[in-house]
């Protein structure tokens, strides 16, 4: 923490943080917030106007006549009063006494600009000693907080945030002496107020006070996911389609569809750029960054004009949804049969009829993956590049996958199976892990540099966080199997609250609260009332799902080994 503080207004109560240099660009902030105040458009609808099948468009962006949308999700909210959370007046049955507590500790993290709420901190955790920047605003954190509050019907702080991270992104951005790109979007903003002088500033960081000094590549994404989320909510698509959204949408996406060595459609990312925030091995091309770019590529090809601008920009995207999906399920997919094909592999191919495309050497297979793959199941692993493939198993991606129908059909309820099939390692007895298994011994020092945080089965080391459960359960909902939500869901409410929301769980089963967990964590809280929203009224899915495209359907091959 600096020496200089200033004070920052955070849910009424006065938080100390720390004063750096910034500018309030409140006079731009109520230009736009002006430009775009108009009547929300709440217009039933038969058809969703974002879910566009990339059928409409070709290659070389020409536009088909007519609609082809799939979910058709739309419910207008209503606000409810401050103390009454919705979604519990919509059920004739009594609302767990958890769903109460979680919305009272909600609120106390939200985040006020010029007295308008722009976001939830990250944690409310008066027990800690130190702050550090768990009193920020992060992007990423604050999706479940708007998730909740426009299940809610509570659009208005989604809004503000939205906007707010919009005019962050075009702040100058220089770690050092370098300058970052144009589009990145901030990691955590916070807000410092003057009492004397009546004034509120925003402070953004994007990645330069990070550990590490990592960019977030997942900000971006989950900016262009949230404002899709807003727009399916609300019916209101002037926000989206404003010149700031848009250019905003198009700057975030130049910095990912811009061509260069890349022989691969995934990005090439730095190890610490998403919410695995420290180093664990991820470099490379993780399946957590790319499972939410293809989610962002399908979000933004939804919400783009058809401008001149926006018609380049529709067409890369195009393009570049066809060869991701194709890569991903051909390269990261890993079920029993693609196991022992890959185990199977003959090494130093050269030719295009190469099968180990990679050079993977079967060696390398860790002995722990023999065991843990059933005869039904599978999952997207970590990350595959060359001669390297992380055969771990990590949560958001594969949800995200889920979600966004990167995974395809059959690909999902293979997801689920291994779920049912290996719920002592994957879920335990708090949802859900991380990733699986943990590094240790030696494998951890090399790794993660003997981070002291990363120790086995805990933080991001195969630790559980109880955030994951709104992910679980949207894709257990979306794959039509929310009994496995439900049992996830009983094992969160026996905890959460007894515990004190914390951060996330240690331990292989995940019994145990976090040595450095924070309690009364945000985003755990948020969670856990986007999950329970989510099984008691599941149209809610419509905001945060897309249904598979029929042009990234895979050819249906018929195998080798197949006899009628």
């Keep these: 923490m600096d020496a200089a503080v200033a004070t920052a207004t955070v849910g009424g109560d006065m938080r100390k943080a720390p ?4 500018i309030t660009e409140q006079d731009a902030f109520d230009d736009l917030s002006r430009l775009l105040d108009k009547p929300r458009l709440n217009i039933e609808r038969q058809r969703s106007f974002d879910d566009r099948s990339m059928s409409e468009f070709s290659i070389g962006g020409n536009i088909k006549a007519g609609m082809d949308g799939y979910d058709a999700v739309y419910s207008p909210g209503i606000i409810s009063g401050l103390d009454t959370p919705l979604s519990s007046a919509r059920n004739s049955f009594e609302p767990h006494p958890m769903v109460g507590e979680a919305w009272e500790a909600l609120r106390r993290s939200l985040v006020y600009f010029k007295g308008q709420p722009v976001g939830t901190i990250a944690a409310y955790d008066h027990a800690s000693e130190e702050v550090l920047n768990y009193d920020q605003v992060f992007v990423r954190d604050f999706v479940p907080s708007a998730l909740a509050f426009l299940m809610n019907g509570e659009h208005e702080i989604v809004k503000n945030f939205l906007l707010r991270t919009l005019l962050l992104q075009g702040w100058e ?14 990691a955590s903003f916070k807000v410092l107020h003057d009492p004397n002088r009546g004034i509120d500033t925003v402070v953004a960081d994007f990645g330069e006070s990070a550990i590490g000094r990592v960019a977030p590549v997942d900000s971006g994404f989950w900016w262009i996911i949230l404002l899709r989320a807003y727009t399916k909510s609300t019916g209101d698509i002037t926000l989206a389609e404003s010149a700031q959204c848009q250019k905003g949408m198009r700057l975030i996406l130049s910095l990912c569809l811009s061509e260069g060595f890349d022989t691969f459609p995934t990005l090439l990312c730095a190890d610490g750029c998403c919410m695995i925030d420290r180093r664990m091995g991820v470099y ?8 939410l770019f293809f989610m962002a590529l399908r979000c933004a090809l939804s919400l783009l004009k058809h401008d001149a601008e926006g018609k380049e920009v529709i067409e890369r995207i195009v393009t570049r949804l066809h060869a991701l999906s194709y890569h991903m399920r051909t390269y990261f997919w890993l079920d ?31 002995d722990w993956v023999f065991d843990f793959m059933p005869s039904r199941g599978g999952y997207f692993i970590g990350n595959v590049s060359p001669a390297r493939m992380d055969f771990r198993w990590f949560a958001l991606g594969n949800c995200v996958a889920i979600l966004c129908s990167l995974a395809t059909p059959e ?20 949802p859900m892990k991380i990733c699986y298994p943990a590094i240790e011994s030696h494998e951890w020092r090399i790794v993660t540099g003997c981070d002291p945080k990363n120790t086995r089965w805990s933080y991001h080391n195969g630790g559980s966080w109880p955030v994951l459960l709104w992910l679980l359960t949207a894709a257990c909902i979306k794959v039509g199997r929310p009994q496995i939500a439900r049992r996830a869901m009983d094992l969160a409410e026996s905890r959460l609250l007894k515990d004190g929301w914390p951060e996330y769980y240690d331990g292989k089963l ?3 609260v976090g040595k450095q967990a924070r309690k009364f964590q945000t985003w755990s809280i948020a969670g856990y009332l986007v999950a329970k929203m989510l099984l008691e009224d599941p149209s809610h899915l419509g905001m945060i799902s897309l249904e598979e495209d029929r042009l990234m359907k895979p050819l ?9």
Excluded at 19 to 22: E, I, M, N, P, Q
Excluded at 284 to 291: F, T
């Design 556 to 564: 249906i091959k018929r195998s080798s080994s197949w006899t009628c």
């Design 411 to 430: 690909q999902s309820t293979a997801i689920m199976d291994l779920l049912e099939e290996r719920w002592e390692e994957l879920i335990g007895e708090t």
């Design 173 to 186: 951005k220089k770690v050092d002496r370098f300058k970052l790109g144009e589009g990145v979007m901030p």
């Design 19 to 22: 004063s750096h240099a910034s």
């Design 336 to 366: 029993f049969q693609q196991l022992n094909d890959i185990y199977r592999f003959k090494t130093e191919e050269y030719s295009h009829t190469a099968v180990n495309k990679f050079n993977v050497i079967p060696d390398s297979i860790p």
């Design 510 to 512: 995940g019994r145990y």
């Design 284 to 291: 490379g091309y993780p399946i957590e960054i790319q499972a």
